[in-house]
């Protein structure tokens, strides 16, 4: 379904940084994804620090549109992403067991206003009630095209 691309491995496997096709490209000179195996070879359990995402479709556009509508296209960006990670770990998720996978959240708002929207996103996308901690933010990347929300998320996703 997705894919990983640019894998750069680190210390024999134990971290991984990468980015995934569902993504469009990064804005700046980081990866999307960096993995991290905190698990042993027997339980190999993985981190996954997601980098904070903008309402940017897979092809680079950018979604306009309300906070919470923002907030929906990136959280679908985010279960797309761990479903992309799951897959490099020969593990199938849904959308709904990757997004339980999500053990915390870092949400930057241009106007914490938008905060009660943002709630309203979360439970209508089905994010679990992980941790979560939410700024408002003088600008964000793309404020200029009317970006009013970034998140971040970390995720544990274990192999078998």
């Given at each position: 379904m997705?894919?990983?691309k640019d894998l750069e491995t680190i210390d024999q496997g134990l971290i991984e940084r990468f980015n995934v096709t569902c993504l469009s490209p990064a804005i700046g000179t980081y990866k999307h994804v960096t993995s991290k195996r905190i698990g042993t070879k027997k339980n190999q359990v993985y981190e996954l620090e997601i980098s904070g995402q903008l309402s940017v479709n897979e092809k680079g556009e950018f979604q306009e549109g309300d906070c919470k509508k923002q907030a929906i296209v990136i959280i679908n960006n985010i279960a797309n992403t761990i479903i992309?990670?799951?897959e490099h770990y020969r593990i199938n998720f849904t959308r709904e067991e990757a997004l339980n996978h999500i053990t915390n959240t870092l949400v930057l708002l241009s106007n914490m206003e938008d905060f009660p929207l943002?709630?309203?996103a979360?439970?209508?996308?089905?994010?679990?009630q992980a941790c979560r901690a939410a700024f408002a933010v003088k600008d964000l990347?793309?404020?200029s095209k009317g970006a009013l929300i970034e998140i971040r998320v970390n995720?544990?996703?274990q192999v078998k």
């Open positions: 997705f894919e990983i992309a990670c799951g943002v709630n309203e979360y439970k209508e996308s089905g994010i679990p990347p793309l404020s995720a544990l996703i």
